[in-house]
C-alpha cells in the first residue's frame, strides 16, 4: 500500500487481531517512483498477542483432573497500532508499507495442535503525527 504523508512524523498503522508480521517501508515519493524496485527497509516486528479463543479448567474436585476446554469469544474485532520510525519517513511526500506475515505457531495449552495461522485485516488507516514547534 502506498502513503502520502507529511514528512517529520511517524505513522500509525492500525490493522486487527492476534497476529506477527515484519514490517517493512520504502520511500514512495515522485522523484523515488520512477526506480525499478523500491528499497525497502525493516521498520520492525507488529505483533499483537491474545485472541478470541481462551483455555479454562473447572475439575469436580479442587484437585481433579486438569480439563482443557476451549471456547471462542463473540468479541471477534481488535484493532492495534504499529508506530514507524520518523527516520523511515524523514524527508518523504509518501511511503510504501508491505506487511510480511510471520507466524509463531503456539499451542493454546501444553500438547495441543497449534491454531491454524493467518493474517486477516479489514482495513488499514494512517494517521501522520506532527509535533508543534514551541514558540515562547
Not at 60 to 89: C, Y
Request: hydrophobic residues 35%; positive net charge; contains cysteine.
Amino acid at each position: 500500500m502506498t502513503i502520502t504523508i507529511k514528512s517529520e512524523s511517524p505513522i500509525t498503522i492500525i490493522g486487527i487481531r492476534n497476529q506477527r508480521a515484519e514490517v517493512y517501508v520504502a520511500d514512495a515519493s515522485p522523484a523515488r517512483t520512477n526506480s525499478h524496485e523500491p528499497r525497502w527497509q525493516r521498520a520492525g516486528v507488529w505483533y499483537l498477542a491474545g485472541s478470541n479463543t481462551c483455555v479454562y479448567s473447572n475439575p469436580k474436585d479442587e484437585l481433579g483432573t486438569t480439563e482443557h476446554i476451549t471456547e471462542a469469544s463473540n468479541r471477534r474485532f481488535r484493532d492495534d497500532e504499529f508506530l514507524v520510525p520518523v527516520s523511515l519517513t524523514r524527508g518523504r511526500s509518501a511511503v510504501r508499507v508491505r506487511i510480511s506475515f510471520t507466524p509463531v505457531p503456539i499451542p493454546l495449552f501444553p500438547g495441543a495442535e497449534p491454531p491454524k495461522m493467518a493474517w486477516s485485516e479489514i482495513r488499514y488507516d494512517a494517521y501522520c503525527f506532527v509535533i508543534p514547534r514551541a514558540g515562547l
